[in-house]
């Protein structure tokens, strides 16, 4: 596996190739991020992963100068998992110009975005430089991200970029908790509280899986049994699968996305569901 920290060293060592599978990341890697690999592999093509957290989609006061930094413990894992290429290279590498260029994907200010304005233009950016650089045949993205993934089929389809996306389910923890780098900020307490937020998503699907149509007070009752369990709740919403706005009449295949703080930590997570 080559490690790789400059845009020159990656043109080297794809030499052209455009066949590859790519997964790019923050880094922090987990069960997640491997089942993401293992979904590149299946593409019987080189797999590429980029390790960089990303200042642009991190707004004031948020959690990018603590996000966890364990590069060498990440190669260690991308080794052991069959991954060729890894970059990892530094904001300097990424933006080395002072003003950077940055992307308005539509539903920026939607749901995550109304909390974490700029967050989206971020991913975009980013996404579409490491687009760039790999230049791959494929790109493999976690669901857990829901908002993340609809934005950026967008910008794969908007920009008609040759990349195929490849969607990988959500890991989960056995207490259903989804996996995400951030559960490590996590007091034990607030490890055992998390949790809930899959149970409230879940019970949503489920009132909706049963036929009921009133979103708002599905949405409401979820945010409060979060409140009430001491998490401070960004959003509960029930959208619609294709458009990620509020549910149209006739429209059956949902999804229910939920963000909310529990202490220091944002935790988000979804289910799609199927109005009954
Ligand atoms: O999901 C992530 O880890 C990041 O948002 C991504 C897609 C690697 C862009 O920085």
């Keep these: 596996m080559h490690l790789i920290h400059s845009v020159a060293e990656l ?13 790019p990341t923050m880094g922090n890697l987990h069960s997640g ?10 593409k019987g093509r080189p797999v590429v992963a980029s390790i960089f957290v990303n200042p642009l989609q991190f707004g004031a006061g948020e959690d ?5 930094r364990t590069l060498d413990a990440d190669c260690a894992r991308l080794r052991a998992a069959g ?39 971020g991913v975009a950016t980013v996404v579409l430089k490491l687009f760039n650089l790999v ?47 951030r559960n490590g900020y996590l007091s034990p307490e607030e490890r ?5 937020l899959y149970r409230v998503l879940r019970a949503a699907a489920q009132r909706i899986e049963s036929g009921e ?3 708002t007070t599905i949405e409401q009752a979820a945010a409060e049994e979060l409140t009430r369990n ?14 990620l706005l509020p549910p149209q009449a006739n429209e059956t295949d949902l999804v229910v996305l939920a963000a909310a703080h529990l202490g220091r930590t944002r935790l988000i997570d979804n289910i799609e569901c199927r109005l009954g």
């Excluded at 829901?146 to 990988?168: C, H, S």
């Design 11 to 23: 043109r080297t060592a794809l030499n052209g190739q455009r066949e590859t599978a790519f997964v």
């Design 33 to 42: 991020h491997i089942s993401l690999i293992e979904l590149a592999r299946g």
């Design 64 to 68: 990018f100068s603590r996000y966890p």
């Design 83 to 121: 991954c060729d290429i890894v970059f990892a290279p530094d904001a300097r590498e990424m933006y080395p110009e002072p003003q950077t260029y940055s992307m308005q994907p539509p539903l920026a200010d939607q749901l995550c975005g109304a909390y974490r304005p700029g967050h989206f233009q």
């Design 135 to 181: 230049q791959p045949r494929y790109a493999a993205f976690g669901k857990k991200d829901y908002q993340q993934l609809f934005i950026l089929k967008g910008l794969v389809r908007q920009f008609n970029l040759p990349i195929e996306m490849l969607e990988g389910e959500t890991g989960r923890a056995e207490d259903g908790l989804a996996l995400s780098s």
């Design 192 to 196: 055992a509280e998390a949790p809930r």
């Design 213 to 215: 149509t009133d979103f």
């Design 230 to 243: 001491g998490w401070r709740v960004d959003y509960v919403s029930a959208r619609g699968q294709a458009t």
